[in-house]
């Protein structure tokens, strides 16, 4: 029963591994939506500023003008003590009203400058992201080898977070003999008390699996998969894992399948 039970914590252990990535990815291209929206956002937000600025200078020319007319409306004699009198508030004024503008301007060309630098890191690690996603989709689906590390590498993990040590209670990748004099090496060889042993054989089989996944309704790619994996569990049987010396183990070999969908 306690058996069982560890099988049943180490197959749930794995489910969320499988999606990590992809949940990586996505959280990625929402982050880029929303930097896009927020540039969106304050370029219109700049525009609105240049209208105000465009319509607070034709005002202030025709403010200008007024100041000019009746300035050339008064004495000339008294023209020239009060040219200086109006004119450099009005300057003072002006030199101001420019200042804020390019202040303004500034802010706005380094926000902007820093949000397309944003939006062009998030697209780079977007792409990045893609690329690493896809390399290790192509890895795990069609080479044998990463596969099968990947399957072990669960293994073990489920292992140790369920509190066993391995070279203690639990060993990866022993060597072992058949009566025969065969080397063969045992994914995991779980120990138990009163030195008892039970081996544990990694199967992963991505391809068949994927393509099944892909396309649900075709019987063919159920069958293939189906195919795949018995093919694996009929490979452990031909190795008689049970008949190697050093283990006491039972008459039948685990296999730990790290999708428990494909199963």
């Known amino acids: 029963m306690e058996i069982t039970s560890l099988l049943v914590g180490l197959l749930v ?19 880029k939506i929303h930097l896009e929206v927020s540039l969106d956002k304050e370029i219109e937000t700049h525009k609105r500023e240049v209208d105000l600025i465009n319509i607070a200078r034709e005002q202030m020319s025709k403010d200008f003008k007024a100041v000019a007319s009746d300035i050339l409306a008064k004495d000339r004699n008294d023209l020239s003590i009060k040219n200086s009198e109006l004119l450099t508030p009005l300057q003072s004024q002006l030199k101001e009203f420019r ?21 062009e890191n998030l697209k780079k690690t977007s792409i990045e992201a893609q690329e690493t996603t896809q390399n290790l ?22 292992l140790s977070s369920s509190g066993l040590r391995e070279g203690h209670e639990f060993d990866t990748q022993k ?15 779980l120990h138990l008390p009163e030195e008892k042993d039970i081996i544990i054989d990694s199967k992963v089989s ?22 795949s994996v018995e093919a694996h569990i009929n490979g452990i049987s031909i190795k008689e894992y049970e008949n190697l010396e050093g283990v006491l183990t039972l008459d039948f ?8 969908s494909a199963l």
């Open 13 to 31: 252990g794995a489910i969320g591994v499988y999606f990590y990535l992809n949940t990586k990815l996505q959280a990625l291209k929402t982050d």
């Open 99 to 119: 200042d804020k503008i390019e202040v303004i301007t500034n802010e706005q060309i380094k926000e902007r400058a820093t949000l397309a630098a944003q939006i």
């Open 137 to 158: 989709t192509n890895a795990l689906t069609y080479d044998n080898k990463q596969q099968g590390d990947w399957g072990e590498m669960i293994l073990s993990s489920i």
């Open 175 to 189: 060597q072992l003999k058949n009566e025969s004099g065969e080397a063969f090496k045992p994914d995991v060889v």
């Open 206 to 227: 991505l391809k068949a699996y994927k393509d099944y996944i892909a396309n649900q309704s075709d019987t063919a790619m159920l069958k293939s998969h189906v195919a």
């Open 253 to 260: 070999i685990f296999v730990f399948i790290p999708i428990e």
